[in-house]
């Protein structure tokens, strides 16, 4: 496969995540302290929208001054990043990734935005959050990534190959954890039934979707855990 040089928005994740974790839980601290102060619920009304429903629906907003240039470079051997403050000569750091280095990969798509992680044989890892990712062809970024990771595999036929990691909900210890939250579930539920047998209806309907969610989630994720390590 022929060198391919892509430019791709990408979030820093770590400082987004510090930064909305401090607005929403000081937002609601806030919020839950002038509520008690002044002893106005319509402050705990606004506050509830203000700190826990705008980023939903505001999230590009919100993330905007998080999103960071960059340019990748997949080459015959490695793939090179580079990323960029503001503009192409404000260059500020440059990862080069060796594809016979990388032990695992695991990703994930969404409407607007999608991620890839790839895990290096000595332990660390190189994780990409992008932003509205989809090339001309049609593919999104992370499907580019997928596409080189296979090129590769098929050009080392012999060799230990990149493999999918696998999903938490696909790991022994992931189903016992759902196990666990089953019986924790039904024990609750007992209890409920017992002591306040109106609530049963609620748990009873939220348990099911939680764990129809969640099932149906392990089973796309053993599939795709096939599809890609079937390469």
Not at 44 to 65: A, D, E, Q, W
Not at 195 to 204: E, G, L, S, Y
Not at 207 to 215: A, D, P
Request: charged fraction near 20%; charge should be positive.
């Amino acid at each position: 496969m022929a060198d391919n040089f892509y430019e791709v928005k990408v979030l820093s994740a770590v400082r987004y995540g510090v930064f909305i974790n401090i607005y929403l839980f000081g937002g609601v601290a806030l919020t839950a302290f002038l509520t008690w102060q002044l002893h106005q619920i319509a402050i705990l009304y606004i506050g509830v929208f203000m700190f826990c429903i705008t980023p939903v629906f505001m999230k590009k907003i919100f993330r905007r001054k998080f999103i960071r240039d960059v340019k990748i470079n997949f080459l015959l051997e490695s793939i090179c990043i580079d990323f960029y403050k503001k503009s192409e000569s404000d260059l500020f750091g440059r990862i080069e990734v060796d594809y016979n280095k990388i032990n695992s990969y695991r990703f994930s798509e969404d409407v607007d935005s999608s991620a890839i992680a790839l895990y290096t044989k000595n332990g660390s890892k190189v994780s990409l959050h992008f932003e509205d990712q989809i090339e001309n062809d049609g593919d999104s970024i992370v499907s580019v990534f997928r596409n080189h990771l296979k090129d590769y595999n098929q050009r080392t036929l012999g060799q230990a190959k990149i493999h999918l990691k696998p999903s938490l909900y696909t790991t022994k210890f992931g189903t016992a954890v759902i196990a666990c939250l089953g019986t924790g579930w039904i024990l609750v539920s007992i209890y409920l039934l017992i002591n306040i047998p109106k609530t049963v209806p609620f748990t009873t309907i939220g348990g099911i979707f939680f764990f129809l969610q969640v099932l149906t989630q392990r089973k796309r994720d053993i599939q795709t855990n096939l599809q890609e390590n079937d390469k």
